[in-house]
């Protein structure tokens, strides 16, 4: 019975492929292709984007200006902490009666984002795997937003674009304009392509590596819960080998443990990111 139920599972390889692919509304193709759209991220974003706000809601509902209870005071503990980094990043209070609850939203839906990886890497595409063909939809599903580079890297196009309108807010068109050509290397005409090709390059980077470092780091977490995952199905599908059992779940234990660290971590670094590009968005040069 071991022997035949190994025959018919798929390979480590095969099991891995088919959990990294996306519930998409076509086939991916190997050039970048707008057209394709990946609804698992499409939909968990969008459910846990709408927990976050329903979370922040209940809290400013129900708050008291007396003891506040468990839930109350762990949010004001966020709000306070997300407050002073705004504070000592974005000089501006007007600016910062927007930047900041934009901060706390960021740094709350990224770590619900994140904190998908800690569900068992089976259980949402095993229910999937049955309701998903029933609907004629394709037996794939992902469950961890930001393990998916077009979440993360919309994140931070939007924070770009965020950046653009302080940036012209704050400075008016023609500061910003001039800025543009006059920074960093000072304001001489044979420098303006120089300084305009050093701020593009700027914005560029700041952006990749907002989005790539978020996407990184999740990607990696979820391929390590693949890993680990891997060592109880190969006990479970021979009924051989015990170390395997138990290594699967004290690495899983663990790693679960330390992941907690990681997805609060990421959450944290992309809202001071946030604020930080913002904040150089006041700057003049």
């Given at each position: 019975?071991?022997?035949?139920?190994?025959?018919?599972?798929?390979?480590?390889?095969?099991?891995?492929?088919?959990?990294?692919?996306?519930?998409?509304?076509?086939?991916?193709?190997?050039?970048?292709?707008?057209?394709?759209?990946n609804?698992?991220?499409?939909?968990?974003?969008?459910?846990?984007?709408?927990?976050?706000?329903?979370?922040?809601?209940?809290?400013?509902?129900n708050v008291?200006?007396?003891?506040?209870?468990?839930?109350?005071?762990?949010?004001?503990?966020?709000?306070?902490?997300v407050?002073?980094?705004a504070?000592?990043?974005?000089?501006?209070a007007?600016?910062?009666?927007?930047?900041?609850?934009?901060?706390?939203?960021?740094?709350?839906?990224?770590?619900?984002?994140?904190?998908?990886?800690l569900?068992?890497?089976?259980?949402?595409?095993?229910?999937?795997?049955?309701?998903?063909?029933?609907?004629?939809?394709?037996?794939?599903?992902?469950?961890?937003?930001?393990?998916?580079?077009?979440?993360?890297?919309?994140?931070?196009?939007?924070?770009?674009?965020?950046?653009?309108?302080?940036?012209?807010?704050?400075?008016?068109?023609?500061?910003?304009?001039?800025?543009?050509?006059?920074?960093?290397?000072?304001?001489?005409?044979?420098?303006?392509?120089?300084?305009?090709?050093?701020?593009?390059i700027?914005?560029?980077?700041k952006?990749?590596?907002?989005?790539?470092?978020?996407?990184?780091?999740?990607?990696?977490?979820?391929?390590?819960?693949?890993?680990i995952?891997?060592?109880?199905?190969?006990?479970?599908?021979?009924?051989?080998?015990?170390?395997?059992?138990?290594?699967?779940?004290?690495?899983?234990?663990v790693?679960?443990?330390?992941?907690?660290?990681?997805?609060?971590?990421?959450?944290?670094?992309?809202?001071?990111?946030?604020?930080?590009?913002?904040?150089?968005?006041?700057?003049?040069?």
């Amino acid at each position: 019975m071991a022997a035949e139920g190994t025959a018919n599972a798929p390979t480590a390889g095969e099991y891995i492929i088919h959990h990294l692919q996306h519930l998409q509304n076509a086939k991916q193709a190997a050039v970048v292709d707008f057209s394709v759209v990946n609804f698992d991220s499409v939909f968990f974003s969008t459910l846990l984007g709408i927990a976050t706000c329903f979370l922040l809601w209940l809290v400013a509902r129900n708050v008291t200006s007396g003891v506040p209870g468990r839930y109350q005071a762990f949010i004001e503990m966020l709000v306070e902490m997300v407050d002073a980094q705004a504070k000592g990043i974005v000089h501006s209070a007007e600016s910062r009666k927007f930047v900041a609850p934009l901060a706390l939203t960021v740094f709350i839906w990224i770590f619900l984002m994140n904190a998908m990886d800690l569900l068992p890497v089976d259980l949402l595409p095993s229910i999937w795997h049955v309701a998903g063909p029933a609907m004629g939809a394709p037996d794939y599903l992902r469950v961890v937003p930001t393990a998916d580079l077009s979440v993360t890297m919309g994140l931070s196009l939007t924070v770009l674009l965020i950046c653009l309108y302080y940036n012209i807010k704050i400075k008016g068109a023609g500061g910003w304009a001039h800025e543009l050509f006059t920074a960093p290397f000072g304001n001489k005409f044979y420098l303006y392509p120089v300084n305009f090709l050093m701020q593009v390059i700027e914005f560029v980077a700041k952006t990749v590596s907002h989005g790539m470092r978020l996407f990184g780091n999740m990607y990696a977490g979820e391929l390590i819960f693949m890993l680990i995952a891997l060592m109880g199905g190969a006990w479970a599908m021979t009924g051989t080998g015990i170390a395997l059992a138990i290594g699967h779940i004290i690495a899983g234990t663990v790693w679960a443990i330390f992941h907690i660290l990681i997805i609060t971590l990421q959450a944290f670094v992309f809202m001071m990111l946030t604020l930080v590009y913002v904040g150089q968005a006041h700057d003049h040069h």
